[in-house]
């Protein structure tokens, strides 16, 4: 079997000091990004948006072949 990676997208989540919870999404992530280089993205939006960034999640599609 071979597995094909075909898209990655990431999820941050801020929430404000008045408990506003806010959700963005970034597609097309590169296929060899590390979870060094997410958490620096994080780390990055972080200081963008004056948020702490709450959580980071990594959605990878691959295509599973015979």
Sequence with gaps: MSTTW???SLTS???SQDGNTRKRT???LR????????ASFGDVLAT????PTE?????????ISK
């Design 55 to 63: 959580a980071i999640n990594l959605t990878t599609v691959s295509s």
């Design 31 to 38: 296929s060899d990004a590390t979870a060094e280089n997410i």
């Design 13 to 15: 989540t801020t929430t």
């Design 26 to 28: 970034f597609n097309n």
């Design 6 to 8: 075909i898209k990655s």
């Design 48 to 51: 963008l948006t004056g948020l």
